[in-house]
């Protein structure tokens, strides 16, 4: 008796795998026959991000959806996002849109975006001689001479001109206003980046002597060191004159 009643429980099991086995296959083929064949991955946020957020690789995750239903300005490589910084709020379960990021055309009005880290944007005042005949643009690089006077203890003061900072980025030329009507008129106005303590020699020059920009070449990364130089340095720089033998 107990040998037949083992032997209907083995029975019971076996069908009962086989049955598990059998809807296992059932359910994999519904799935494949009805999962879509367009599927795309697609970068959702797996948190809420504020705006004006760096957004982390921790924040995001990549999902699959139906191409047909991914946004046309879905961000699909977590590269693209990554180290960005977002220009409006992102819930949680969001997917990631390009318009968001603040390097999108969504994010071009404001200035502060273009900034880079641990720089300050401070705007001078130029005009066609010391602003380089207008010919700079956003995105040059410069060097910035101040001349300034120098209060001497005996003589007064004495000019003296020097090489204040180098390759300096600009981020803007003209004012907000004048950027609005898209003017055609030459800038007057040269907002630079700059880090805190280059704004310091930058803003002094400006405001209590005179600052003229040089206009460097995109391949040139040198950075020269000058000494100050005042009016009496121009008679060391006249060429010899020769001797004349009689």
């Known amino acids: 008796m107990l040998k037949s009643s083992r032997k209907y429980w083995v029975i019971a099991l076996v069908c009962g795998l086989a049955?598990?086995?059998?809807?296992?296959?059932?359910?994999?083929?519904?799935?494949?026959k009805y999962e879509p064949d367009?599927?795309?991955?697609?970068?959702?946020a797996n948190v809420d991000i504020s705006r004006d957020s760096l957004?982390?690789?921790?924040?995001?995750?990549?999902?699959?959806?139906?191409?047909?239903?991914?946004?046309?300005?879905a961000i699909q490589v977590s590269q693209d996002v990554v180290g960005k910084i977002t220009c409006s709020d992102i819930s949680s379960g969001e997917i990631l849109l390009y318009?968001?990021?603040?390097?999108s055309k969504a994010g071009e009005q404001r200035l502060a975006y273009k900034i880079p880290q641990d720089k300050r944007a401070v705007t001078i005042g130029t005009d066609s001689i010391t602003g380089v005949a207008g010919y700079l643009q956003?995105?040059?690089?410069?060097d910035v001479f101040a001349t300034i006077d120098i209060e001497q203890s005996s003589s007064g003061s004495i000019p003296y001109t020097v090489l204040?900072?180098?390759d300096i980025l600009i981020l803007e030329t003209g004012s907000a206003a004048e950027l609005d009507q898209k003017s055609e008129t030459v800038k007057r106005t040269i907002t630079l980046a700059v880090a805190p303590q280059q704004a310091l020699p930058l803003i002094l020059a400006s405001e209590r002597g005179t600052v003229r920009l040089a206009l460097r070449s995109p391949i040139d990364k040198n950075l020269a060191t000058l000494t100050p130089f005042q009016k009496n340095d121009l008679l060391y720089l006249a060429p010899a004159q020769p001797t004349v033998q009689e």
């Open 38 to 44: 367009d599927l795309v991955d697609v970068i959702r």
């Open 164 to 166: 204040a900072l180098q």
């Open 138 to 142: 956003k995105g040059d690089r410069v």
């Open 99 to 103: 318009s968001k990021l603040a390097d």
């Open 55 to 73: 957004i982390t690789r921790d924040m995001i995750e990549t999902v699959q959806l139906p191409g047909k239903y991914v946004h046309h300005d």
């Open 19 to 32: 049955a598990a086995l059998l809807f296992n296959i059932y359910i994999q083929q519904v799935k494949t």
